[in-house]
């Protein structure tokens, strides 16, 4: 069963007038005046306990999971009504996702592009998620969420020139690191590195959508965030913020185990970060990150939730970060190279799903190989194309930085550019190739 825990359901399980009776010492007053609490409704009771649990019995909050490691239907699990071409899509994407990560982790290598972030092991939780939102949902994404992207159509060659920033580079004109991308005409806010920056701004962003006539029981917003991130005060403001002042935003927690090199152990000492959901007041899911088909339901049993009640839920993904945390990182240097290679094959995302289409004669070894032959091909054509375009206009990186007129300190920084290209744009070998580089070159800056 899909189970959203709000804490006043689980601690008051007796109604109040039970409370009342259970009482020992007989009130020589009025009732209603004396034994409520002036700002809640808490049970009074004679019994010190202390809580630690938000499930009661010291348990932990359960991980609800459609299919097992190996792609069976959960005994008493309500499969998704999906047909056999949704399957195809949802694999399709999951597949694809690996695929480009393969190839641009070792572009970034060759020093083509500076950096790269792979979600390998996360294929679940973010196809899932994205399969399960509308498409005009707001999405507010951390960086590991390239897959609701490209499962909103935004297309490979747009993944490439945000990574190589050319001149096709619609999310920020070549000015931001890879995997920074971004696309209002998907309803994707553009990444931004500070960690946790996102959350509160999707509680406003949901208020909006709820403010908005033509948008309230529509949309919702959705923000992804790491566990690590999870421990910035901003997810505190987010939710609280979201509760207090409510607003239709799905908070949707990737617990991939580590933040960078901190493992989730050392990054809290409760129940992961669905815990925190009842301490706000807002339904909360815990759910297996690795199953693409419980990621599915739980999110959209908490969209529908956020629309009917225009209040914030909670999701928590467990799933496991198989990828070093980004090339800049080597993570054999704090976990050992067996566990990932465990972690690799118990209960793989793609690999359970994959089990589950063949069982239902959706899918077979033929099909599976000529689908990484496709992917494979079409990612390193759009690759080529990539490598070979020109960076955006030079000057692009003056513009577009604030709203209305140039602000003075870019003035002076543009001219003072301007004035060095002069000065050796044609002059030093090293300046004429690196301007080359763009599509300008350099020309509209001094002009
Ligand atoms: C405010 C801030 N502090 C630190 C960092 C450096 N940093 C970048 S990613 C990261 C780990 C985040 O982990 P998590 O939220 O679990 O996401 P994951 O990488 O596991 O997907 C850290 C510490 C940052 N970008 N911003
Ligand atoms: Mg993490």
């Known amino acids: 069963m899909l189970c959203f825990l709000r804490s006043h359901r689980v601690f008051s399980k007796l109604p109040l007038r039970t409370w009342r009776t259970l009482s020992t010492a007989a009130p020589s ?19 010190l306990q202390f809580f630690n649990s938000i499930t009661g019995g010291n348990g932990q909050i359960p991980t609800y999971r459609v299919l097992d490691g190996v792609g069976v239907p959960v005994e008493g699990a309500q499969i998704p009504q999906i047909n ?14 690996p695929t480009i990560d393969n190839i641009l982790y070792s572009v970034q290598r060759q020093g083509k592009i500076s950096f790269y972030m792979t979600s390998y092991g996360e294929e679940a939780t973010i196809i899932g998620s994205a399969a399960a939102l509308a498409p005009d949902d707001e999405v507010l994404g951390q ?8 499962w909103r159509g935004f297309g490979m060659n747009a993944v490439m020139a945000q990574c190589f920033g050319n001149h096709e580079d619609k999310s920020g004109k070549g000015r931001q690191m890879p995997m920074h991308f971004g696309s209002p005409e998907l309803h ?37 965030f790491g566990e690590g991130a999870a421990s910035e005060g901003d997810f505190h403001a987010g939710m609280l913020l979201a509760s207090t002042v409510p607003s239709p935003t799905l908070f949707l927690a990737r617990n991939n185990g580590f933040a960078i090199s901190t493992p989730s152990h050392e990054q809290y000492y409760g129940d992961g970060i669905a815990a925190r959901g009842p301490g706000y007041g807002i339904d909360t899911v815990r759910v297996d990150g690795n199953d693409v088909l419980a990621v599915m339901n739980a999110v959209t049993e908490a969209r ?9 839920v909670l999701v928590e993904a467990m799933t496991y970060r198989v990828g070093h945390h980004s090339t800049s990182d080597d993570s054999f240097a704090y976990r050992g190279r067996q566990e990932v290679e465990n972690r690799k094959k118990i209960d793989n995302p793609i690999v359970r799903f994959k089990l589950y289409m063949e069982s239902k004669g959706w899918w077979n070894e033929q099909e599976e190989e000529a689908l990484k ?16 375009l020109k960076q955006s206009d030079l000057r692009d990186l003056f513009t577009d930085v604030y709203g209305g007129e140039e602000p003075w300190n870019l003035r002076e920084q543009r001219e003072e550019l301007a004035a060095l ?3 050796y744009g ?22």
């Not at 007053?29 to 019994?47: E, G």
């Not at 056999?84 to 996702?97: C, D, G, N, P, S």
């Open 29 to 47: 007053f009025p009732v209603d005046d004396h034994d409520v609490l002036p700002t809640s409704r808490s049970p009074i009771v004679a019994k």
């Open 84 to 97: 056999e071409e949704f399957a195809r899509r949802l694999y399709e994407y999951m597949v694809l996702l």
């Open 143 to 150: 960086y590991r969420e390239m897959g609701v992207l490209l």
């Open 188 to 224: 994707f806010h553009t990444i931004s590195s500070p960690l946790a920056t996102q959350i509160p701004q999707a509680a406003g962003v949901g208020y909006a959508l709820r403010r908005d006539p033509a948008r309230r029981h529509k949309n919702i917003a959705c923000v992804y």
């Open 304 to 312: 529908k939730r956020c629309l009917e009640s225009g209040r914030a």
């Open 373 to 388: 032959t496709r992917l494979k091909k079409d990612v390193m054509a759009t690759l080529k194309r990539a490598e070979s």
């Open 421 to 423: 290209i002069r000065k």
């Open 426 to 447: 044609d002059a030093w070998e090293p300046w004429r190739n690196d301007l080359k580089l763009f599509r300008d070159g350099g020309k509209k800056l001094v002009d």
